[in-house]
């Protein structure tokens, strides 16, 4: 069936350097993508999330870009932090039933 | 404010025993959902409510059952605990249901382990 997957699921960073996380998706229906981080222990936290009518939002160090010719979403982190170490999830809306579908996550490791 | 509470954090049932996963929100919002998340893997929608007096299946509805009396509480029950049911639980809500700026609150979790 249509699901969320992503790319690589551990990905380590250089405290400092820019971490740029991928998602695919493959639902061409989906108007709708959020991303998740989830720290240790801890339920998922909204990051931000985009429009299918968009191709980049910006948040505070984050902005996610979504390339709806390949079914390409990515979250890129500026300057990242040890803080920023957690699971990350891209989910999206295929435009049913209020429900998001969930990507297996990806591990970010911040290396000193 | 509290956000989403869930509780228990942790529990031990046996196989068979059936047992109420409690989820409280104090937002106001209409859309509540349950998640379970498994090692390795994102999170699968169990059962959701778009507000009180209404539920829906989700991907994964089978041995669980969910009702919304109130627009605050959203418990989910296992009938019959099952160790496929070992795994992280998740509430969350959020208002609007799902769309442009839709911010999910998720509570700490319940981690279930059926033996």
């Known amino acids: 069936g249509e699901n969320v997957g992503l790319h690589l699921p551990t990905l380590s960073v250089q405290e400092g350097d820019n971490s740029i996380i991928n998602c695919a998706y493959s639902?061409?229906?989906?108007?709708?993508f959020i991303w998740y981080k989830q720290e240790s222990g801890k339920g998922p936290q909204f990051i931000i999330d985009?429009?299918?009518n968009m191709d980049k939002r910006q948040g505070q160090r984050v902005t996610v870009l979504l390339n709806k010719t390949v079914k390409h979403l990515s979250l890129q982190i500026a300057a990242t932090q040890p803080g920023d170490s957690a699971v990350y999830f891209c989910?999206?809306?295929?435009?049913?039933?209020?429900?998001?579908?969930w990507g297996a996550g990806t591990k970010l490791i911040i290396k000193p | 404010n509290a956000g989403v509470t869930q509780t228990p954090k942790f529990q031990v049932l046996k196989t068979g025993q059936s047992m109420t996963l409690q989820c409280a929100q104090d937002?106001?919002?209409?859309?509540m959902s349950w998640y379970r998340q498994d090692p390795g893997m994102g999170l699968r929608l169990i059962h959701y409510?778009?507000?009180?007096?209404?539920?829906d299946q989700g991907e994964v509805p089978n041995g669980y059952n969910v009702s919304r009396s109130t627009t605050e509480d959203f418990p989910l029950r296992l009938l019959s605990a099952a160790p496929s049911q070992t795994s992280v639980y998740f509430c969350?809500?959020?208002?609007?249901?799902?769309?442009?700026?839709?911010?999910?609150?998720f509570g700490q979790g319940t981690r279930l382990t059926v033996v």
């Open positions: 969350a809500s959020s208002r609007p249901a799902v769309g442009p700026n839709t911010e999910a609150f």
């Open positions: 937002m106001n919002h209409e859309y």
């Open positions: 409510s778009v507000g009180a007096g209404i539920t």
């Open positions: 639902n061409s229906a989906s108007d709708y």
């Open positions: 985009i429009r299918s």
């Open positions: 989910a999206e809306n295929p435009g049913s039933n209020y429900q998001l579908i």
